[in-house]
Nanobody, 118 residues
Framework: QVQLVESGGGLVQPGGPLRPSCAASGFTFRSYTMSWYRQAPGKERELVATITVPGGSTNYADSVKGRFTIARDNTKNTVDLQMNSLEHEDTAVYSC???????????WGQGTQVTVSS
C-alpha cells in the first residue's frame, strides 16, 4: 500500500539546521510532484516547498526562501527538506505530500515535529 514516512524532525536551537526526510513506497515515486507542508499550533497548514516532475523545478514559500532546500532522490524514493537558519516561527509539524494529475487525491505522511527553541 501507499506509504509516506517522515523522519528527522526534532528539537533544534535558533539558527541551527535540520534535515527531515520522507520515504515513499507503494506508488511510482518518480512520476509524482512532491511537497513539504507544515502546520503550527492554531494555524492553517502551509505549503513550504515543492519539487516537480519531470524537470525537478522547485518552489518555496516566501517565509523560507534562501533558508530551505527541497531535494528528491528518485533512486531511493526519498524527498528531503534541508532547513537552515531555523527560527522560532518554523516550529510546526512537517508533512510530505505526493500529488499526480492522474490521481484524485494526494498522498500524505503522518508528519514529523520540528521544534525551534533555545
Amino acid at each position: 500500500q501507499v506509504q509516506l514516512v517522515e523522519s528527522g524532525g526534532g528539537l533544534v536551537q535558533p539558527g541551527g539546521p535540520l534535515r527531515p526526510s520522507c520515504a515513499a513506497s507503494g506508488f511510482t515515486f518518480r512520476s509524482y510532484t512532491m511537497s513539504w507542508y507544515r502546520q503550527a499550533p492554531g494555524k492553517e497548514r502551509e505549503l513550504v516547498a515543492t519539487i516537480t516532475v519531470p524537470g525537478g523545478s522547485t518552489n518555496y514559500a516566501d517565509s523560507v526562501k534562501g533558508r530551505f532546500t527541497i531535494a528528491r532522490d528518485n533512486t531511493k524514493n526519498t524527498v528531503d527538506l534541508q532547513m537552515n537558519s531555523l527560527e522560532h516561527e518554523d516550529t510546526a509539524v512537517y508533512s510530505c505530500n505526493a500529488k499526480s494529475a492522474y490521481v484524485d487525491s494526494p498522498y500524505w505522511g503522518q508528519g514529523t515535529q520540528v521544534t525551534v527553541s533555545s
